[in-house]
């Protein structure tokens, strides 16, 4: 997928401004993303086909406009006619590759402006963002910390599709992101301050990362904490670190076929930590794997062993029905 920063001025054939968009430069409203049709289908058709810097003069019918309702008018942009033509000059400014956050695709994020330093938020970590919520049509149903004071919040207290991409996001970033209905509000319509969320609806989110507050910063700078009680946190990340890291390598021993080896790793892990789901799934898919492996192993030695006795068993009937030869002294 892409994000394009396009500009362009769309006109009737009587010359009549019916729409312009020129602000590219504001990264909070630039944004215009192939799978949204954005003022009118003819537009995301026509950039599919656009290299970065190129102008172009579109005649648009009106099936690929506004058809035979044409559209009312909308703030400052006037009516179109019904069936009517459009007349339109379209640049491609810009355009870069989305990267996905999630293995299925469900949420990606698209940086506007490059982040500071090299430090990301963390699980529990509070942070401080600018927040915009949009629509598919742009309908504006969030707008946070803009006007007033970061919008603070904690990480794993908002939707999936908000924590994860902020826990990619660097001091000062700005991103676009996109969020479908299972990390967003699902299948329940959901009330917001400026406009209602319909079921089932993808949305998009413009966040600028102000400011973070690290999860293990709470421990390391509380003055609340003993000098004893911040070593047993540090002792306790770094247990916590060991453990996921011999669970991975469990893992990977598991899909390289080295049972034993995957079983050490699991059993120091649920010394480490015996209550942690995480490690009892995977030793429930290694017995399962062992399991299966003893099966195979079984029916290899059966057979083998099967054919051994039929071989003997052959060997043994042969010999039986060998008859002796006798030999004429006299002849």
């Known amino acids: ?12 054939e009587d010359g009549t401004l019916v729409s312009k968009f020129d602000r590219w430069n504001s990264l909070l409203e630039m944004v215009c ?23 172009v003069h579109l005649t648009v019918k009106p ?22 033509t459009l007349q339109i000059n379209l640049e491609l400014v810009a355009w870069k590759v989305v990267s996905e956050i ?40 969030l707008k946070k910390g803009h006007d007033e004071e970061p919008f603070e919040f904690k990480i794993d207290e908002v939707i999936d599709g908000l ?48 400011s973070f507050v690290k999860a293990v910063k709470f421990v390391e700078y509380d003055s609340t904490y003993s000098d004893e009680e911040k070593q047993q946190a540090k002792v306790l990340k ?26 050490i790793d699991i059993k120091k892990a649920l010394e480490i930590d015996p209550n942690n789901r995480d490690v009892k799934l995977e030793y429930k898919i290694l017995k399962q794997k062992v399991k299966e492996y003893n099966k195979k192993d079984a029916q290899f030695y059966g057979n083998m062993f099967a054919k051994m006795k039929q071989i003997k068993t052959t060997n043994a ?14 002849a």
């Open 1 to 12: 997928m892409f994000i394009l920063a396009v500009t362009y001025e769309a006109r009737l």
């Open 33 to 55: 993303i192939v799978e949204i049709r954005y003022f009118c289908p003819a537009l995301s058709k026509a950039v599919k086909t656009m290299k970065k810097g190129e102008m």
């Open 63 to 84: 099936q690929y406009a506004f058809g035979e309702k044409g559209r009312p008018t909308i703030g400052e942009e006037c009516a179109v006619p019904p069936n009517a």
């Open 102 to 141: 999630t293995n299925d695709k469900k949420v990606s994020k698209k940086i506007l402006k490059e982040g500071e330093g090299y430090e990301r938020p963390n699980d529990g970590a509070v942070v401080q963002v600018k927040l915009i919520g949009k629509l598919q049509d742009g309908t504006v149903f």
């Open 163 to 210: 924590d994860k991409p902020v826990k990619t996001m660097k001091k000062g970033e700005i991103a676009l992101v996109t969020i479908h209905p299972d990390y967003a509000f699902g299948s329940s319509a959901s009330h917001h301050e400026l406009a209602v969320i319909p079921a089932n609806s993808t949305v998009y989110y413009v966040i600028e990362m102000v």
């Open 238 to 263: 770094v247990t916590c670190n060991l453990n996921n890291a011999a669970c991975k390598r469990a893992q990977a021993y598991i899909q390289l076929v080295d049972l034993d080896l995957a079983e």
């Open 317 to 330: 009937a042969a010999k039986q029905e060998a008859v002796p030869v006798t030999i004429d002294s006299k």
